[in-house]
DNA sequence: TTCATATTTGGCAATTTAGCCAAGCAGATG
DNA sequence: CATCTGCTTGGCTAAATTGCCAAATATGAA
């Protein structure tokens, strides 16, 4: 006989692998700070200490969160003196943002809508 | 007389809301199983049951998924009897995974040349 | 009304993440 | 060599996130 369950009881299948290989580097970029460097790198290659002055945070806070675009394959750096310099290893990441500029407007358009 | 700091003591200035608009929408999409939810939403609407079954998760967990995807503007739902159904609130979303992509073949590359 | 189905919500423990300070390290410069 | 600059790492605490269970809610059917 079948037993009957209220509700199905959840059975645990793993997620496959390809969304979680993109989940990975979603969730890089799922910071503002993050955000705003890789803005700030798809108009060119710059050095932490630009990007530390851009982001206004520690220099130890900025560094882990290069650290985790690069660790998600975002960024690449090179060691140029004492500087190091980081970039986009994808230039696709420049209209990454239109999609998410999509999203903003039409919440705001719903937003306005709910007055 | 002005005292040398070491290092820039972190003046901290706030991120723009721009970024931090955004950090939310990207945010809501790092995480494997709400990939895999909009990935089969942006194939057209289908009920939470149908989302439970994809995701292999507990009913509970699907629910609260979608909740953070549609707090964050990304889907919008309707109940029809007994069912909720959920849809893509823009349909840009389709193209966003083909940066994710672009990031990921990328780093599988670079992989590659590492061996 | 009573029951079943579909979904959401509250609560909670385990894990992860963020940001700060201090310390470490490598390259340049005196 | 000693020292400075630019950056990374370790350690820590506070806060956020995840996922499960149990309970609540809403709709439809008997």
Redesign the interface.
């Known amino acids: 006989m079948k037993t009957k369950a209220k ?2 009881p ?7 692998a390809r ?5 990975e ?12 460097m890789v ?1 700030r790198l798809a108009a060119g290659e710059c050095c932490v ?1 630009e990007l ?2 851009l ?5 130890s ?1 900025v560094s882990k969160h290069l650290a985790v675009l690069k660790r ?3 960024l690449e750096n090179e060691k140029r003196g004492l500087k190091v310099f980081y970039r986009l ?2 230039p ?2 420049t ?10 407007r ?2 705001a358009g ?1 937003l306005a809508a709910e007055l």
């Open positions: 509700t199905l959840a059975k645990p299948v793993p997620v496959p969304y979680r290989a993109r989940a580097i979603v969730k890089a970029l799922g910071h503002p700070t993050r955000l705003m803005d200490c530390q002055k982001a206004g945070a520690d220099m806070t998600a394959g975002i290893s994808c696709c990441l209209d990454f943002f239109g999609c998410i500029e999509g999203v903003l039409k919440r719903r």
